[in-house]
C-alpha cells in the first residue's frame, strides 16, 4: 500500500483508497508494470535494428556535406548560464519569499534560501529540471490550465482563485503531471529576462535524449513512437521531452491520469480551490512514484540489451551481406504490396500542400538563422571597437571569455529565438494531426544555438592560431575582421545545410504519420503474411513494421526533396544548391579543432598559479549575476550610455584647424592605412570583376561555386543580392574628426586607392552630391558623440546627420577591413543594439526530476 502523508485529511483517504488493494499492490504500480512491460517489448526489438543501422552505417559510410564550421568537442563547463534574486510561492506556509537562483552549465535551476547561502557552499532549497514544463507569464493563463486540469471543479465568481501574485509580473512553470512552482519578479524588464532564462532551461532539458548514442537514443525513441502507433497515437507527441525515464514516465501518466482523475475527482472534498490543490498534489505524488519504478524498470531493459550487445555486434558483422540481401528481398515484397495505394494517398492528401507547409517552415526558420548571424557579427565588431579604443591584448582576453558563451546566453539569443515564435500551420495543423508546433520551434531553436556556437569556437581557434604573428594593435584588428569574415561565409554554407536537412526532417515528421495512418485500415493488417520472408537468424535485426514505414517513406521523399530543391534553386530563403557541395575544403582547420580547448583566462592572464576551487567560486560569483540591478554598464554595450566612461569628462568638439591629439598613434596608422589601399586598391578592384558581385543583405547565403583544385580554407563565395539593391558590398567608413559629411553621400564599390583617399582629411566638406568610396567601417572611440539607438545597417553605409560630428581619433586602425585573401569577398557590418555581457561561474549540477531539501 502506497501513501504519501502530506496535505489535507481528504487527499490521504482519496488516495489510499484508490491506490491500495490489499495483496495487490498499487493501482499505479500496476499500470506502470503493464505500460513499461508493453514498451519494453518494443524497445528490445528495436534494439537489434538501430544496432544493425549503426554498424551497416559504420561500414558502408554515407555522409552528407562535410561542415565547414568547427564544432566544441568538449562541451563548456562550470559556468552559470545566470543567476539572480526573485520571489517563490512556498506553498506550505502559503507565503512568498525571496529566493537567490542559479542556472549552471546543465540548466537544472537551483533556488537557495539568499545569496550568501550559495556563496558559502550550503546545500539549495529546491532543485528543478525543468523539462516538460511550459513558462506562463499570467495568473489567468495558469488558472485556465487548473480548471481544465479537473473538469467540473472551477471556483465560483468572487471566491479567492488557488493563486494569487503580489505583484503584475508572475513567472509560472506549469507540468501536465508534476508540481508547479510560481515566482515573481518587481519590473517587467526583470520578467522577460528570466522568461528567456526559464525558456532556455526548458529547451535544453527538453532535448535531454543523447544525440550522441548512436544505437540507444534512435532504439528509444522509435519504441516510443511504435507504442504510441499501437495505441492508434500518431503525430507529434509534445510530452517526448527530457531524459529516456522522464519520457517514460510521461508516457505511462498519460494513460494513468485520466483514470486517477475519474477515480478520485468526484471524491475530493472542501472548496474549488482546495479541491484544485489537492489535486495537483496527488498527480506529483504518483508522477514521482511512477518515475521511481520506470527508472528501476528501464534501467534492467538497457542492461539486458548491452549484455546482449557483443553477440549480436558480432553476428551483423559476420553476416552483413546476407542481412542485407534478405531486408532487400522483403522490401521489394512489401513494396509491390503498399507502394501503389501509398501513392495515390501522397498524390491526393499530401502532395497539394507539402509547398504550403515548406513555406512555414521556411520564413521564420531562416529569420531565426539570419538573426545568429546579425548577433554574431555584431558581437565581435563592438569586440573589435572596443579593443582598439581601450587596449590590446588585455581588453581581448576579456572579451573573448565572454563571446565563447554567447551561444549560452539567453538573453542575447532570444532575437533569435523568438523568430520561431511565428511559425503557425493554420489548417495544415489539423489536417496532418500535429498536436502543436513547439516540437519544431525547439529544434530549430537548438539548431540555432549549436549553429552559433560552432561560429565562435572556429572565431576562437582561428583568432588564437593567429595572435603568435601579430605585431601591433592595428595587426590584431585587421586579422580579427578577416577572421570575422571567413568565418561569416562558413556560417552561410553550413547554415544552409543545416535548415535543409531540418526542412526535410520536419516534412517527413509532419506527413509519414499522416500517411501511416491513413494507410493502416488497408495495409497494417495484411502485414504479417511477410513475417516468414525473414530468416529467424536476421529476425533480431530486421523487422516487418520497419520495413513497411520505410517503403511509405519512399513513397513521399521524392516529393519532398524535389520542394527543398526547389526552395534551394529560387534563393527565396538564401539555401545553397544541393549540388553545390564542399568536401574537406579546409583541412587545416579541421586540424586545430582537434587541439586543447582554448582557455583564454588561465593562457594570456599571466597568473602563476590557479586558483583554489572556492577563491574561484566566491570571485567569480561577484560577476556572475547580469540579472543584478548594481550591475554597472560595460563598455562592451555600445551606445551613448556605454560609449560615456564613468568620470570622463564630456565630448568636445575638435577643433578643424589643429590635428587631433593620438594616444594610439592615429597619424601615423592612417598613412599605413594609405599606403596599403594604394597596393590593394587595384586587386580589389580585379576581384570585383571576376564576376562575384559584392552586393549581399545582411545574413544571406548564396551558391557555392567549387572549383577543383580550390585553395584550403576557401569557402564558397557569395551570389549577388537581390536586385535593386544599389549599395555594394563595400565596407563603410566613419569621417574623421571634424569631418561634415551631408546625408546625401553615397557608397560605390571600391575602387583604386589613388582616386581618392581612404578618408577625409580632418576638417574636409563633402558636398551632398559626392559619392563616396570607404574602406573601413566607423569604430567611435568611449568619448564619441553619437546617439545611444544608433545602428548601422547592413546594406547601407553609417551616415552621421547633416553637421553630426565626431570626435574619435582612434577610427581609422579601429575598422579597417581588407579583403580576405581567400575567399576575396569585403563584409559589412550590420547594425544592432548590444545586450549584456555573458557571465562565468561554478556550481553544483542539477539532475533528475524536480527534488525539494
Not at 503474411?529 to 520495413?547: M, R, Y
Not at 583604386?752 to 563616396?772: F, I, L
Request: charged share 25%; glycine share 6%.
Amino acid at each position: 500500500m502506497c501513501c504519501f502523508i502530506f496535505g489535507p485529511l481528504d487527499f490521504v483517504v482519496c488516495f489510499r483508497s484508490s491506490c491500495g488493494r490489499a495483496g495487490h499492490g498499487s493501482a499505479s504500480a500496476e499500470k506502470t508494470g503493464k505500460v513499461l512491460g508493453e514498451f519494453c517489448r518494443c524497445y528490445k526489438e528495436q534494439y537489434g535494428v538501430a544496432l544493425f543501422n549503426s554498424v551497416r552505417y559504420e561500414i558502408e559510410g554515407n555522409g552528407g556535406p562535410q561542415a565547414q564550421l568547427l564544432h566544441r568537442k568538449v562541451p563548456l563547463e562550470d559556468h552559470v548560464i545566470y543567476s539572480g534574486n526573485l520571489f517563490q510561492y512556498i506553498e506550505e506556509n502559503k507565503k512568498w519569499r525571496n529566493r537567490f537562483c542559479v542556472v549552471p552549465h546543465n540548466y537544472g535551476l537551483v533556488l537557495y534560501e539568499n545569496k550568501l547561502a550559495y556563496e558559502r557552499d550550503l546545500s539549495p532549497r529546491v532543485l528543478v529540471n525543468s523539462a516538460g514544463y511550459k513558462i506562463l507569464t499570467s495568473v489567468d493563463q495558469y488558472l485556465e490550465l487548473v480548471n481544465n486540469s479537473l473538469p467540473g471543479v472551477t471556483p465560483k465568481s468572487g471566491q479567492s482563485p488557488i493563486l494569487k501574485c503580489p505583484t503584475d509580473f508572475p513567472l509560472i512553470l506549469w507540468h501536465p503531471y508534476a508540481r508547479h512552482y510560481y515566482f515573481c519578479v518587481m519590473t517587467g524588464k526583470e520578467q522577460e529576462k528570466w522568461r528567456a532564462v526559464f525558456q532556455d532551461c526548458v529547451r535544453h532539458c527538453n532535448n535531454g535524449i543523447s544525440e550522441d548514442s548512436k544505437v540507444e537514443a534512435p532504439a528509444f525513441t522509435d519504441a516510443v513512437r511504435m507504442y504510441r502507433q499501437s495505441k492508434e497515437q500518431y503525430g507529434t507527441w509534445d510530452m517526448l521531452c527530457g531524459n529516456e525515464t522522464q519520457v517514460l514516465s510521461n508516457l505511462v501518466m498519460e494513460e494513468l491520469l485520466p483514470e486517477l482523475r475519474t477515480t478520485i475527482g468526484p471524491r475530493l472534498k472542501g472548496k474549488a480551490q482546495e479541491r484544485q490543490r489537492t489535486w495537483i498534489q496527488i498527480s506529483d505524488a504518483v508522477y514521482r512514484m511512477v518515475y521511481e519504478q520506470t527508472k528501476a524498470q528501464y534501467d534492467a531493459a538497457t542492461a539486458k540489451c548491452e549484455q546482449e550487445r557483443p553477440q549480436m555486434e558480432s553476428t551483423i558483422r559476420t553476416d552483413m551481406d546476407q542481412i542485407i540481401t534478405s531486408k532487400e528481398h522483403l522490401a521489394s515484397k512489401i513494396r509491390a504490396f503498399v507502394l501503389p495505394k501509398a501513392e495515390i494517398c501522397v498524390r491526393n492528401h499530401v502532395q497539394p500542400y507539402i509547398s504550403s507547409i515548406l513555406e512555414a517552415l521556411m520564413t521564420p526558420t531562416s529569420q531565426g538563422f539570419a538573426e545568429v548571424r546579425e548577433v554574431f557579427f555584431k558581437e565581435v565588431t563592438d569586440m573589435n571597437m572596443n579593443i582598439v579604443n581601450e587596449g590590446g591584448l588585455e581588453k581581448l582576453v576579456e572579451y573573448m571569455e565572454k563571446l565563447s558563451h554567447l551561444a549560452f546566453h539567453p538573453v542575447k539569443m532570444q532575437s533569435c529565438y523568438e523568430k520561431m515564435d511565428q511559425l503557425k500551420l493554420e489548417g495544415l495543423q489539423q489536417r496532418f494531426d500535429v498536436s502543436s508546433t513547439s516540437v519544431f520551434k525547439q529544434r530549430a531553436q537548438i539548431h540555432m544555438r549549436q549553429q552559433m556556437d560552432d561560429a565562435v569556437y572556429t572565431f576562437e581557434t582561428l583568432l588564437h592560431q593567429e595572435l603568435g604573428k601579430l605585431q601591433g594593435k592595428d595587426d590584431l584588428c585587421k586579422s580579427i575582421q578577416r577572421i570575422l569574415e571567413r568565418v561569416l561565409k562558413k556560417y552561410d554554407y553550413d547554415s544552409s545545410t543545416v535548415r535543409k536537412k531540418f526542412f526535410r526532417e520536419a516534412l517527413l515528421q509532419i506527413t509519414i504519420p499522416f500517411l501511416l495512418k491513413k494507410l493502416a485500415p488497408t495495409c497494417k493488417g495484411e502485414l504479417a503474411k511477410f513475417q516468414e520472408l525473414i530468416f529467424e537468424d536476421f529476425a533480431s535485426f530486421i523487422l516487418v513494421e520497419n520495413t513497411y514505414e520505410e517503403v511509405v517513406l519512399q513513397s513521399v521523399m521524392k516529393d519532398i526533396m524535389q520542394a527543398v530543391k526547389e526552395a534551394a534553386v529560387q534563393r527565396k530563403h538564401n539555401l545553397y544548391r544541393d549540388s553545390m557541395v564542399m568536401h574537406n575544403s579546409d583541412p587545416n582547420l579541421h586540424l586545430l579543432g582537434e587541439g586543447i580547448p582554448i582557455d583564454w583566462g588561465e593562457e594570456y592572464s599571466g597568473q602563476p598559479e590557479a586558483e583554489p576551487d572556492t577563491d574561484k567560486r566566491r570571485r567569480a560569483k561577484q560577476v556572475v549575476s547580469v540579472i543584478q540591478d548594481d550591475e554597472g554598464v560595460l563598455p562592451y554595450e555600445v551606445g551613448a550610455e556605454a560609449l560615456l566612461q564613468p568620470g570622463s569628462p564630456e565630448p568636445r568638439e575638435p577643433d578643424p584647424g589643429a590635428p587631433p591629439s593620438s594616444p594610439d598613434g592615429v597619424e601615423e596608422i592612417r598613412e599605413a592605412l594609405a599606403k596599403e589601399s594604394l597596393g590593394d586598391g587595384v586587386e580589389a578592384e580585379e576581384r570585383l570583376m571576376n564576376g562575384t558581385d559584392a552586393t549581399q543583405k545582411s545574413g544571406a547565403t548564396e551558391e557555392v561555386a567549387v572549383a577543383a583544385g580550390s585553395v584550403p580554407g576557401d569557402v564558397p563565395p557569395q551570389g549577388p543580392a537581390s536586385e535593386g539593391d544599389g549599395v555594394h558590398r563595400a565596407t563603410p567608413a566613419s569621417p574623421t574628426p571634424g569631418a561634415e559629411v551631408p546625408s546625401g553621400a553615397g557608397v560605390q564599390r571600391a575602387a583604386p586607392a589613388s582616386s581618392m583617399p581612404a578618408s577625409p582629411v580632418p576638417g574636409a566638406d563633402v558636398p551632398s552630391e559626392s559619392r563616396v568610396q570607404h574602406a573601413a567601417p566607423a569604430s567611435p572611440k568611449p568619448r564619441a558623440d553619437v546617439p545611444s539607438e544608433a545602428k548601422v545597417p547592413h546594406d547601407t553605409p553609417a551616415s552621421p546627420a547633416p553637421g553630426a560630428e565626431t570626435s574619435s581619433p582612434s577610427a581609422g586602425p579601429a575598422c579597417h577591413q581588407p579583403s580576405d585573401k581567400e575567399t576575396g569577398e569585403e563584409v559589412a557590418p550590420p547594425g544592432g543594439e548590444c545586450s549584456p555581457p555573458q557571465p562565468m561561474s561554478t556550481t553544483e549540477s542539477g539532475e533528475g526530476v524536480q527534488t525539494e531539501f
